[in-house]
């Protein structure tokens, strides 16, 4: 890990979901066109995104 790139680098992590939750993840990804793998890349990464600009403003 002290050489990785941690910006580039690629993590596979396993995350339990109610079986409601993945239901509307596959909704929302067909509705959309893309995979539900993709989907939660997009909305983990808007979310961190979003946490980041509001603390960016309370400094």
Same mark, same amino acid.
């Given at each position: 890990? /002290?050489?990785?790139? *941690? +910006?580039?680098?690629? $993590?596979?992590?396993? !995350? +339990? $979901?109610?079986?409601?939750? !993945? =239901?509307? &993840? @596959?909704?929302? =990804?067909?509705? *959309?066109? !893309? =995979?539900?793998? =993709?989907l939660?890349?997009i909305?983990?990464? @808007?979310? &961190?995104?979003? &946490?980041?600009? /509001?603390?960016?403003?309370?400094v």
């Open positions: 890990m /002290e050489h990785a790139d *941690l +910006d580039t680098a690629v $993590f596979r992590v396993n !995350v +339990d $979901f109610p079986a409601w939750t !993945v =239901s509307q &993840l @596959e909704r929302e =990804s067909t509705r *959309l066109g !893309v =995979s539900r793998q =993709s939660i890349k909305w983990v990464t @808007e979310r &961190l995104d979003q &946490l980041a600009r /509001e603390r960016k403003k309370a």
